[in-house]
């Protein structure tokens, strides 16, 4: 099973960038990736998914044009750089992965592998 770990996220100003970062502890090449995110009280969101290429991204539309989703399937990576912060982006970001190989997917229902999540806080 592999096991995913999300760092960089922080306390930014609006205006301000971030860059996630998820570490998988195996080969991540065949399986699409994706960012949600959680703020209190509120249900869970997919905010971007990349497929096991690279070749396809889905963005949230709060999200489109500020937020890129990207991935090393040398590294077994996953970023998320976010730019043009907002106060509403504040949440908890979590990265996940589906069981399915080759299954590309925004449905936080179809994802099997996540990790603990890392805070993002932007301040207004």
């Known amino acids: 099973q592999v096991q995913l770990v999300e760092s960089g996220g922080g306390l930014v100003q609006a205006g301000g960038s971030l860059r996630l970062s998820c570490a998988a502890s195996?080969?991540?090449?065949?399986?699409?990736m994706g960012w949600f995110r959680q703020a209190p009280g509120k249900e869970r969101e997919c905010v971007a998914v990349i497929d096991w290429s690279g070749g396809r991204t889905y963005y949230q539309d709060s999200v489109k044009g500020r937020f890129t989703i990207s991935r090393d399937n040398v590294r077994n990576t996953v970023h998320l750089q976010m730019n043009s912060l907002k106060p509403e982006d504040t949440a908890n970001y979590y990265c996940?992965?589906?069981?399915?190989?080759?299954?590309?997917?925004?449905?936080?229902?179809?994802?099997?592998?996540w990790g603990q999540g890392t805070q993002v806080t932007v301040s207004s």
């Open positions: 996940a992965g589906p069981r399915r190989a080759f299954y590309y997917t925004s449905e936080g229902s179809d994802y099997a592998f």
């Open positions: 195996g080969r991540i090449s065949s399986i699409t």
